[in-house]
């Protein structure tokens, strides 16, 4: 029983990554001086390592920089399924976009897909790498069609797949669609040895170091926060999983970013392998993955507008609920969230910031896909910088625009401007009196709106819920403890730190 929660849960009481956990990175001092290098890589995620690790195989002297720990982002968040079967993206790519378009997306994951399967196989990289077929189904009658639409797709563009009535493991389906060849592992023993070539090749590392702007010459000028140092190189690659900038490019009119949830469970019957996603209403992921040499199920789904669920627990328990029901849950050692990024046309944003900036690149935008995205987003950026061709640049171009996409850029930004009004107007809920241990909320203080989480220990903590990024409102996250923005998904611990950008400034303190 959850004493917080007060329900019947076997969920852990805090919320940790069971990759992170199980695996031991190395740690890398912060930046004490100011320095000069080929290419710096801003944010050290999968699409930073990869991007890194393959211009130092070309000889650039790169630093790799993080404002945090490398790799505690949202790559040490995941579910690490890798696989080019995302959703239902090929009818709807069909429908809006030309089919080679549709057609190069998907050999564009294929091939990161086997760049990360050659890497382990010919370094012999101990990361769990496994082979499955993967599965998408439906057990509602309204989405058949679209899943036989889908389908249709895979025919149309020669992908291999076959449909089914049903899956090996215990879930009821009214159709599925599988996938072969596709794979799974730890991301982070792999991300390791990538991160050990990258010392080995000349590169830098910095860790707790926020860049926070940059000026654009020959070398181009990252900073970091009040401008205490700076990294002059000749290429600068923005992987930071949200840009850091809002010009130019405008990506925050560009990107909107969902937070989801994962269980790392012990389950009671044995699993038949393979890795599923459901294409319902209510999403649910299945994978397996070894935990000291036991299996678990990582089972994840509950996706929803960041800053926007006021009962983030809730979604833990759904996923509790659905893993005890299907597979039986002896044991739940592990509960984590983290949030994705997806452009307005849902292919990520990979190539330079913009033909003003041809030696800025970007990339962002992987729509719960950056295991094989954030791959290639390694492998384009390094041919950007090469100036070396790639039959897939155009297709992630950033620069690209279509109708459709300009017609949701003006819905995000009106998106945007709602949760900005509607978070200045709202009333506080809570009186700071009836704050228990281990509660947060808004409450009222000296006559204004503040944010307010009195710790296990009785002690408040007063934050300004005020968005350092661009104003806009945060909420209180009760799973996570953190306060988190529904514009643009910055996120700040109940004590203000920033915990994930854009914003790169905590929220302001306020004294009791
Ligand atoms: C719950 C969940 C499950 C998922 N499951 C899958 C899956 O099964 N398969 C799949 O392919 N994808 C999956 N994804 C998506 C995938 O995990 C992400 O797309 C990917 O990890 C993003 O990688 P990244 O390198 O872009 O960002 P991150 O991993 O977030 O790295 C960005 C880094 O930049 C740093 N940074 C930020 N701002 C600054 C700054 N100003 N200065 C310096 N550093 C900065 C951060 O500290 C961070 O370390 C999932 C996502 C979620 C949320």
Redesign the pocket.
Known sequence: MSEKFNVPSELPRYPRSMWRTITTLPTFPELSEDIKVDAAV???????VTTAYLLSLEGYKVAL????H??????????????AQHGMIYSEFLTNYRPEVARSYYEANAEALRFIRDMVETNGIDCDFKEETAYLYTTQDDKLDSLRKEFDAYQELGIPGEWHDSLPIPVAVKGAISMPGQAQFNPLKYLKFLVEKIVENGGLIYEN????GSVYGKPIEAYTVDEKYRVYCNEMIV???YP?WNVPAGYFARLSVE????LAVKPETSFEGGMYLSVDDAKR?IRSASLEGEEVLII?GENHPSGKSTNTFDHYLALERFADETFGAQEIPFRW????ITTLDKIPYIGPLSSDYPFTFV??G?N???????TLAGLILRDNVLRRSNPHMDTFNPGRFNDKSMNQNVVTTLKMAKELIKGKFSGAHEKISNLEPDQGAMVRHNGKKVGAYRDPEGELHLVDTTCTHMGCETAWNEAERSWDCPCHGSRFSYNGEVL???A?DPLERIQE
């Open positions: 801003i944010g050290a995620g999968i699409a930073g920089i993080d404002a945090g490398i790799l505690d982002g949202t790559t040490g968040y995941t579910t690490a399924k890798i696989s170091t926020t860049i926070e992987t930071t999983h850091f937070r989801s949830y994962a992921s994840g969230s983290a949030q994705d990339a962002t992987f719960k896909w950056g295991m094989t995205s954030g994930e950008g854009p790169t």
